[in-house]
């Protein structure tokens, strides 16, 4: 089976993000995903984690690099469970598959 494509993979990307109502945002070299929901609502913030996280892993890394934001691992966990707002950020992803997303953005 062959390797998919820069475009393939940004194309999986951003169909992800509107089947799970996410925002994507291509900043440089950094990768933002974010997903709203009700504050305080436990149940969806689980869901959106998830959504959040199946978006941002589908980035392939290609050089060293970091996930970060409002997931359970961190304190950024609790603000965003109370704001209502699901945030990870990704650097070190493919350049190629970020340029070929920003177009589709």
Do not use: Q
Request: net charge positive; glycine share 12%.
């Amino acid at each position: 089976m062959s390797k998919p494509s820069p475009v393939e993979v940004a194309t999986k990307i951003h169909t992800l993000a509107k089947e799970y109502g996410c925002s994507v945002e291509v900043r440089g070299s950094i990768l933002t995903v974010t997903k709203l929901f009700t504050p305080g609502d436990k149940a969806a913030y689980c869901v959106a984690e998830s959504d959040v996280g199946s978006i941002i892993y589908s980035l392939p890394s290609t050089s060293a690099g970091s996930t970060w934001g409002s997931d359970s691992g961190s304190v950024g966990g609790y603000i965003g469970l109370t704001n209502g707002e699901m945030k990870l950020n990704k650097s070190g992803g493919s350049k190629r598959v970020l340029a070929a997303l920003s177009k589709l953005l």
